[in-house]
């Protein structure tokens, strides 16, 4: 049986920047072996393709629609039933080595009058997980958020007001200068970090101790590496490990291409974007975002490797994947935000230790699966019950499992770009900014608050470039996608103080005497007669 799970994420980590995913000259040889024993999802969507709604929905198998944090800073609510609140209630344990994005719904504490210091608020600040170490990254000068990295690093003789800025994002020149890593002009020199105190090493080191310490008490670890998340910076040797060569060419539009959408149009126009029309900016730029990602791989290497050495992989899964992608200059675009593939596609490999999944290990699974599948597998996998009426997602059991099950035909992603400039440059109020993806495996539909709808068609164009939002000849795919968004946008769980089963088992109000809409004695009797004594039958 399986008893723990590591559950590995990275952050901004496109699917096609694998060499499992696809990608020519990158060499991630142990993800590409962790591939080699399980199942890689190759149609896996990300419910936001920003890091906080996307990572609020990975960590409560719920939509954003649903927990309500639409965007980074945005708190999840007092209340939201997290991956640690479903495993504790069967005494498994949820632990934090990393990054989560989770902001504290301080506000809602005080009305509740929870004391955020208490143990009860300590969990809710911080998204249910139990706190073995917290490293969200971005910690410039100034930053009050404490960091037990920023420690580490002082205590290895990296001083300074914030080490990490002063260090894992600084980079030396050859001349021994020391120069800020936030400038993408100086994204090909090595970090200023030694690549064995780097943020990826640190908390490989500390997940294994973690996992090296652990009690009897089964256990789900949310590695959560803050890279290749911005700044684009790598220590040596992953510095300079790639060069322009092994850069794939952009994927860009022709002259000839339909108008673009207006949100799509300006965000072409933010500095994120226009940044990799600077001549070899982008050859700089993804050279260097490749490096972090084999940087990685080795240290996924390690981890693989030390649960072999102490004979813990026939009890442990693992789960690999990201919280969104990167435009990359693709799309004319930089940053992530919006629906092309290249920002909300992610990698998913799991590997399933049961010997019921070895049927299933080197495959390719082309299902369409979402983050907000991986709490009901993990909850399944370590033996807990799926509160299906809380948990939108699926198991994913079934499929690394090879058994015969009806799966879903459309998956959903949500955006609101209600906090960035092209609310104002659209001229949208802020409650109007919502923008909701259904992708059925070939279409991909976009409905935008207030704005047209978009619509690409990815079996002719799968680079997206033909935005068909307008064109009269598809109107029946149009209104066909609409009403599907709509199915999805009736369909939220939240009832989530009461489950399907037990309203499917209630007693109907008669037999509490409440008799509404009898008229004599004789028709109450019969409906006494004609209950169902069926007990699954509901009444």
């Known amino acids: 049986m399986t008893k723990n799970v590591l559950f590995i994420m990275c952050d901004q980590l496109r699917a096609d920047y694998l060499g499992c995913g696809g990608h020519p000259t990158i060499r991630t040889p142990n993800i590409d072996a962790l591939a080699a024993r399980g199942v890689q999802f190759s149609q896996s969507y990300v419910q936001s393709p920003i890091c906080g709604p996307s990572r609020m929905s990975t960590y ?156 009897d008490r089964p256990w789900c670890l949310h590695l959560s590496y803050i890279k290749p998340h911005w700044p684009i910076v790598a220590p040596a040797p992953y510095h300079n490990m790639y060069s322009p060569e092994d850069v794939v060419v952009p994927v860009l539009p022709t002259a000839d291409q339909p108008l673009l959408h207006p949100v799509y149009k300006h965000n072409q126009n933010l500095r994120y974007s226009t940044i990799y029309n600077k001549p070899g900016a982008r050859e700089k730029v993804i050279a260097t975002y490749m490096g972090p990602i084999t940087q990685i791989d080795d240290h996924i290497g390690r981890l693989v490797g030390w649960l072999e050495q102490e004979d813990r992989l026939k009890d442990t899964m693992i789960i690999f994947t990201s919280d969104h992608g990167d435009y990359l200059g693709d799309h004319s675009m930089g940053e992530k935000l919006y629906f092309h593939d290249a920002s909300v ?28 599948d991986l709490v009901p597998t993990i909850v399944d996998v ?79 164009d799968p680079n997206e470039f033909n935005d068909l939002g307008a064109d009269p000849d598809l109107e029946a795919e149009r209104q ?22 037990s309203i499917a088992q209630s007693e109907p109000e008669f037999i509490r005497g409440i008799l509404i809409g009898f008229w004599d004695q004789a028709e109450l009797q019969q409906a006494f007669d004609n209950l169902d004594p069926s007990p699954t039958k509901p009444l």
């Open 60 to 215: 409560t198998g719920r939509y954003m629609r649903s927990h309500g944090a639409t965007y980074n800073q945005v708190p999840l609510r007092v209340g939201e039933w997290t991956l640690g609140d479903h495993l504790n209630s069967f005494g498994a344990r949820a632990v934090l080595c990393g990054k989560t994005h989770v902001r504290a719904d301080i506000e809602g504490m005080k009305r509740l009058g929870i004391d955020p210091a208490s143990a009860k608020g300590q969990h809710i600040s911080e998204g249910g997980f139990e706190v073995w170490d917290r490293l969200d990254g971005l910690h410039p000068p100034g930053t009050r958020m404490p960091s037990h990295y920023n420690d580490y690093l002082r205590k290895h003789g990296m001083e300074g007001e914030s080490p990490w800025q002063d260090w894992a994002a600084s980079v030396v020149d050859t001349d021994g200068t020391v120069k800020d890593g936030w400038l993408n002009e100086n994204a090909h020199l090595p970090a200023r970090v030694p690549e064995e105190h780097s943020e990826t090493a640190y908390s490989t080191n500390r997940a294994i101790e973690f996992m090296a310490q652990a009690d």
């Open 345 to 372: 596609r992610v990698p998913l490999i799991v590997y399933d230790p049961d010997p019921k999944a070895d049927a299933t290990r080197g495959t390719v699974d082309a299902r369409l699966t979402e983050a907000i």
């Open 382 to 460: 370590m033996g807990g019950s799926v509160q299906s009426h809380i948990l939108e997602g699926r198991s994913l059991l079934p499929l690394t499992r090879a058994q015969d099950v009806a799966w879903r035909d459309c998956v959903f992603s949500e955006a609101d770009y209600s906090q960035t400039p092209t609310r104002i440059a659209l001229d949208q109020p802020v409650a109007g900014c919502g923008m909701v993806m259904a992708y059925d495996g070939r279409w991909k539909y976009v409905y935008c608050q207030g704005q047209r709808p978009m619509l690409f068609d990815l079996q002719t």
């Open 480 to 501: 066909r996608l609409g009403a599907r968004v709509v199915e999805w946008a009736m369909a939220g769980r939240n009832r989530v103080t009461q489950s399907d089963a």
